[in-house]
């Protein structure tokens, strides 16, 4: 499988930007022309984006980076593919997985099922709030959160997927199956935080706090789950996942430039459309010229990495070994390779 490039220099930017360099304007008709010009100009002004200690590089890395920087032939730990998963390391290391198992990080994000949801589903459970009613109850194997306020007759109805955390409070995400809004609208499509958590030493159900910027704020001014229009919507991909569930670190370098910069020993420069053709050719597959692509075309690539549900594209749910040691495939297969 060829690799992505990763390189480490001594000298680097603090700006979030696109390179500045403006494409020369052409008064070429040709379609094919003026590509053919653009591609020239993205070899010697390769668009990048740049946070901090953290350059990802769209176009090519330059070689006045590849020539200088600390490159290195052996293989990668941080592609999807080096991970082994927590199992892995059972076999050998009993006593820290044991650990990591009972462990709040391991559970600070996992699958809705029997075996990770403490709150108290069992329908006769509750919750009054602002007028209206929170209820918890089962369908089937499923978990569900309503609300009801009759007073404004809105009634939602969610389906739960994640849950979040086991130590203090137990939160939960969900689609939204029944509401006021249209079906088009993201209640419906998109994993979310719901308004309502589980407060596991009192065994009662509390509005949640901590999420958002209005989580601290007290009733009646912070927003009405119940009400339309103003409801808080807080995705998991994109607010929470981060630092819930363990990713791989090469898909960091793209989610959050800016939280892998504050830990990056050295700058750091990375070959993102590469990685993502190898990695993730759904997102882009490298048949085009990265030079065909505007900068919002590449804003776009960008946002669905951003957007990586947990489910489908973390290495575990939680918190988990490899969130520090990163990809230890290799140290599996030969013990003597360090995580």
Same mark, same amino acid.
């Given at each position: 499988?060829?690799?992505? @490039?990763?390189?480490?220099?001594?000298?680097?930017?603090?700006?979030?930007?696109?390179?500045?360099?403006?494409?020369?304007?052409? &008064?070429?008709?040709?379609?094919?022309?003026?590509?053919?010009?653009?591609?020239?100009?993205?070899?010697?002004?390769?668009?990048?984006?740049?946070?901090?200690?953290? /350059?990802?590089?769209?176009?090519?890395?330059?070689?006045?980076?590849?020539?200088?920087?600390? $490159?290195?032939?052996?293989?990668?730990?941080? /592609?999807?593919?080096?991970?082994?998963?927590?199992?892995?390391?059972?076999?050998?290391?009993?006593?820290?997985?044991?650990?990591?198992?009972?462990?709040?990080?391991?559970?600070?994000?996992?699958?809705?099922?029997?075996?990770?949801?403490?709150?108290?589903?069992?329908?006769?459970? @509750?919750? @009054?709030?602002?007028?209206?009613?929170?209820?918890?109850?089962?369908?089937?194997?499923?978990?569900?959160m309503g609300l009801d306020r009759e007073r404004d007759n809105v009634r939602r109805v969610y389906a739960i997927t994640q849950t979040i955390g086991s130590r203090f409070y137990q939160?939960?995400?969900?689609?939204?199956?029944?509401?006021?809004?249209?079906?088009?609208?993201?209640?419906?499509?998109?994993?979310?935080?719901?308004?309502?958590?589980?407060?596991?030493?009192?065994?009662?159900?509390?509005?949640?706090?901590?999420?958002?910027?209005?989580?601290?704020?007290?009733?009646?001014?912070?927003?009405?789950?119940?009400?339309?229009?103003?409801?808080?919507?807080?995705?998991?991909?994109?607010?929470? $996942?981060?630092?819930?569930?363990?990713?791989?670190?090469? &898909?960091?370098?793209?989610?959050?430039?800016?939280?892998?910069?504050?830990?990056?020993?050295?700058?750091?420069?990375?070959?993102?459309?590469?990685?993502?053709?190898?990695?993730?050719?759904?997102?882009?597959?490298?048949?085009?010229?990265?030079?065909?692509?505007?900068?919002?075309?590449?804003?776009?690539?960008?946002?669905?990495?951003?957007?990586?549900?947990?489910?489908? /594209?973390?290495?575990?749910?939680?918190?988990?070994?490899?969130?520090?040691?990163?990809?230890?495939?290799?140290?599996?297969?030969?013990?003597?390779?360090?995580?």
């Amino acid at each position: 499988m060829t690799k992505f @490039s990763l390189f480490f220099l001594t000298v680097i930017g603090a700006l979030f930007v696109y390179g500045t360099r403006d494409v020369p304007q052409t &008064d070429l008709d040709e379609d094919k022309t003026e590509r053919e010009v653009l591609r020239r100009h993205r070899e010697k002004d390769p668009r990048f984006i740049k946070y901090e200690n953290v /350059h990802l590089w769209w176009d090519n890395v330059p070689a006045s980076i590849t020539e200088t920087g600390l $490159n290195h032939e052996f293989q990668t730990n941080i /592609h999807p593919d080096d991970y082994a998963g927590p199992e892995s390391c059972k076999a050998c290391h009993a006593k820290n997985h044991k650990t990591w198992s009972q462990h709040p990080h391991r559970w600070m994000n996992a699958l809705a099922d029997t075996s990770t949801v403490k709150g108290d589903f069992s329908g006769d459970a @509750s919750i @009054s709030y602002l007028g209206g009613m929170g209820t918890f109850y089962r369908e089937g194997e499923e978990y569900r959160m309503g609300l009801d306020r009759e007073r404004d007759n809105v009634r939602r109805v969610y389906a739960i997927t994640q849950t979040i955390g086991s130590r203090f409070y137990q939160y939960y995400v969900g689609k939204q199956l029944e509401g006021p809004e249209p079906d088009s609208h993201d209640f419906y499509k998109t994993d979310h935080v719901l308004p309502f958590g589980y407060w596991l030493d009192a065994k009662e159900w509390v509005p949640v706090v901590h999420v958002g910027d209005e989580g601290e704020l007290p009733d009646g001014i912070r927003a009405d789950p119940f009400a339309i229009n103003t409801i808080e919507f807080h995705p998991y991909a994109t607010r929470c $996942n981060y630092c819930h569930t363990t990713f791989p670190l090469a &898909d960091m370098f793209i989610r959050d430039a800016a939280l892998v910069s504050q830990y990056a020993p050295a700058p750091v420069h990375f070959s993102m459309s590469n990685y993502l053709a190898d990695a993730h050719p759904s997102v882009w597959d490298g048949t085009q010229y990265t030079s065909d692509l505007s900068n919002e075309a590449v804003d776009q690539v960008v946002q669905q990495v951003h957007n990586f549900e947990a489910p489908q /594209h973390a290495v575990t749910l939680g918190i988990s070994c490899e969130a520090c040691h990163l990809g230890s495939k290799q140290h599996v297969r030969q013990k003597l390779t360090p995580p």
